[in-house]
């Protein structure tokens, strides 16, 4: 079963703008983690958020997580079309080492 | 050497068949998962193996049959699909099964059940 759900579900944008994803989830949790998806390939970890942090960069990504609200947000600055892929929200439950669900993903596409 | 590969790519079975997905990692990481992904959906957690014990099941049925012969190796028998189980299988590891706080992912075997 998915612990998380993220909006939108898809978004285009252009080169050079700010993409902004939204991931809600259901239970406490350890940490939050972002990962992006090229078509038909595997996982990339992004950046882990730990439910004790508010906010943390890597890069052009920042995240932000709102444990009262059980929500996190990736915000991708300076887009490019490289950054066209889908990416997904994971979360490791309080209680529950080793299992990581993923959110339902944004599938996000970046034109010149 | 920081990578998870999965062979094959691509697998196309029948029903009455029966096939073996394999992966393998050299990063020491003593955790190893299996994930099913159909098309547009998120991956779902299939198998955990800690220090290559079998830690968690999601419920699998039985037609999967995980094994984790080394540290290094997770490997996914099939047996008797039906076309349902045609999805996208991932494998993964992390360093550490506890914290479970970064997964490599393998690019995945593309299997379609006829």
């Known amino acids: 079963s998915q612990q998380g759900e993220e909006d939108p579900q898809a978004l285009s944008i252009q080169e050079g703008e700010n993409a902004t994803m939204n991931c809600s989830y259901k239970?406490?949790?350890?940490?939050l983690q972002w990962y992006r998806q090229n078509s038909g390939r595997g996982l990339v970890h992004l950046i882990l958020?730990?439910?004790?942090?508010r906010e943390k960069h890597s890069g052009r990504l920042r995240v932000t997580l709102d444990t009262s609200k059980k929500s996190s947000s990736l915000l991708i600055t300076a887009s490019r079309a490289a950054d066209t892929a889908s990416y997904f929200c994971?979360?490791?439950?309080?209680?529950?080492?080793?299992?990581?669900?993923f959110g339902t993903g944004t599938r996000l596409q970046v034109t010149l | 050497d920081t990578e998870v590969t999965q062979t094959p790519k691509h697998l196309v079975m029948g029903m009455t068949n029966k096939k073996s997905l394999k992966c393998e990692q050299h990063?020491?990481?003593?955790?190893m998962y299996w994930y099913k992904q159909k098309a547009k959906k998120p991956p779902e957690l299939m198998f955990v193996?800690?220090?290559?014990?079998?830690?968690i099941n999601e419920s699998v049925p039985s037609r999967f049959s995980p094994e984790c012969p080394n540290s290094s190796l997770l490997n996914l028998h099939l047996h008797a699909l039906q076309p349902e189980d045609s999805a996208l299988y991932l494998c993964?590891?992390?360093?550490?099964?506890?914290?479970?706080?970064?997964?490599?992912f393998g690019s995945g075997t593309q299997l379609s059940v006829l």
């Open positions: 993964a590891s992390s360093p550490q099964p506890a914290t479970n706080e970064k997964l490599f």
């Open positions: 239970t406490s949790i350890n940490n």
């Open positions: 958020i730990r439910s004790n942090e």
């Open positions: 994971a979360t490791q439950p309080t209680g529950t080492a080793s299992k990581l669900t």
């Open positions: 990063m020491g990481h003593r955790a």
């Open positions: 193996y800690s220090y290559e014990k079998l830690s």
